[in-house]
């Protein structure tokens, strides 16, 4: 009688436990999971925008792999989430070691680096427009009239062979807070006898951020690293607020799906393959570099 009794409160319980979890199960269906799901399915058909569409195989991955187009998509793309990732994370990890040292005002000015983070990005994309603007931009008239590096002005963001270093300019100054305000927080909260000891046994700044901070806060890095490059993978709104120049996959997506013939199947394709990069790009580094 007990037993039963013992199976007849699991039963209850995981039931109860199923009810709690049910309103998420539908969330989560119905934003992630089907959207995913029919986007598969999209991929293997001809969309079309009045009529039935018609099921056509691999066609789409076809056509999308042998467009020279979606190549140099590809290599934008790594490019700018190397170069964005990288720096997000270095410019991150040197202002946070700054930050965490005692100054007058300190309070202020860590609040002061949040700002690009937490600007709307509308705003700011405007703004670096207008900076970068061949005609009445700040930015050719130091470089032209005042320091006399170049001869005449020119669209640095107009120039899809500059404009990607733009995007990725603007991408590290906007987002590197992120990064700085995790590794200050892990800083904060290692052991300062640590650094009492090396000091005593002669460390020099170097050794003691290669033998003591960044084992302490690798973890911290290595986790920063894999959402940066998640965020910049997918990213389109600051690139394509900013240029329509660089076409990074993400909105290389979105002119093929949106614009022109609106190509929607070889669209979802193309985003199954973005899918799939980054899924498998996150599994190599989660098993190599973080050894989870």
Known sequence: MTIAKSFSLQRDEARFGWKLILPAIIVIGGLIIYPILYNIYLSFLDVKMAGDNIFIGMANYANVL???????????????????????????????????????????VRALVLLPYIAPVISVVFSWQFFFDPVQGIFMHLVVETLHIFKERFNLIGSPGSAIWIAIIFNIWKNFPFTYLMILSKLQAINTTYYEAADIDGASPSQKFWYITMPEIFFVLGAIVILRVIWNFNKFEEVYLLTDNVKVLSVYTYFKAFTGAMEQGQGASLALIQFLLLVGFILFYVKRVLKW
């Open 66 to 108: 042998t467009d020279s187009t979606f190549w140099q998509s590809v290599l934008t793309t790594f490019i700018y989430v190397f170069a964005t990732t990288l720096g997000t994370t270095i410019l991150g990890v040197g202002v946070a070691l700054v930050m965490n040292k005692e100054f007058p005002l300190r309070g202020l």
